[in-house]
């Protein structure tokens, strides 16, 4: 899809960004537990597994499983690591740590969103993600830069000038993957650079939409479409006029870690961190 491309076709892109998503705390209805949970909610099946955060020595790690128990390994300065094992439950938005071998019981507030968990100010990252496209995708990526090539058409009719358009650093696109098949995007962007004939471009795109997605080995695939996009087109620094395109749908290969996304197609590529 990548709305950058169909904006520089005539077709694609909305209104500025108004809020992000935030973490939301998850009602434990899913998973199972057993008498572990005895008195709390069922365990959420999306925490099952292990999690880990760049701490200031190393990797800071939480392994829980889907009978209720939880390991956590964080690493010291003298290059060792201190590790408890325990049980945890969960109950009206909160995790409750019950460690052993002299970790004291620690309540935490709790929220899983897309592909980051968050336990109080803490947000961890799924550790599989690297190694699962569809995994890793689910969360919300930032830009931190990228450009595109096009040619002076879509600003001139009739004309053939090849063009790099970069965003500048104030540019705010964000895409939100949620697990299954939304995408939420939210863009106030601008993009500029010269022509081969040394004229000046500029691209100022903004949106505010949602699609439907679709993950199948290294390429993201999108479709129905819905909000509002425009576009407005410069010239040497006068403006050309306004448009708001109906999207057209081509498809992204993408690259993603748990820290990063990069989306690149003939002619762009865009670089996203993870938010």
């Known amino acids: ?3 950058l491309v169909m904006a520089c076709d005539g077709d694609g892109a909305g209104e500025p960004p108004s809020s ?3 973490p939301v705390a998850i009602p434990a209805t899913t998973g199972g537990g057993g008498d572990v949970n005895a008195g709390s909610g069922p365990i959420p099946a999306e925490i099952v597994g292990t ?14 499983t889907a009978t209720g128990t939880f390991s956590h390994v964080v690493p010291t300065p003298n290059g060792g690591v201190r590790q408890c094992t325990g049980k945890f439950t969960i109950a009206g938005g909160q995790i409750t740590l019950a460690g052993s071998g002299g970790c004291s019981p620690v309540t935490e507030t709790f929220a899983l969103t897309g592909g980051t968990l968050t336990l109080g100010s803490e947000r961890f990252v799924r550790d599989d993600a690297d190694n699962n ?3 890793c995708i689910v969360g919300t990526f930032q830009l931190t830069g990228g450009w595109i090539d096009r040619t002076s058409a879509a600003w001139i009719q009739g004309t053939n000038d090849h063009v790099r358009l970069q965003y500048d650093q104030n540019s705010v696109l964000t895409y939100t993957f949620a697990a ?9 962007s601008r993009l500029s650079g010269y ?8 691209l100022n795109t903004t949106v505010n939409a949602t699609f439907t997605y679709l993950v199948s080995g290294s390429t993201i695939s999108y479709s129905g479409g819905q909000g509002s996009v425009a576009l407005t087109y410069a010239y040497n620094h006068q403006t050309l006029g306004t448009s708001q395109p109906t999207p057209q749908y081509t498809p992204d290969r993408f690259t993603c870690t748990s820290t990063s996304l990069v989306l690149t197609g003939d002619g762009y590529e865009q670089k996203f961190r993870r938010s």
């Open 195 to 202: 022509g081969d004939s040394n004229g000046f471009y500029e």
């Open 51 to 64: 999690w880990s955060a760049i701490g200031s020595y190393g990797h800071n790690t939480y392994t829980f």
């Open 133 to 135: 496209p569809a995994t």
């Open 1 to 3: 899809m990548s709305l």
């Open 20 to 22: 992000y998503e935030q």
């Open 180 to 188: 299954g098949d939304a995408l939420t995007v939210n863009e106030r």
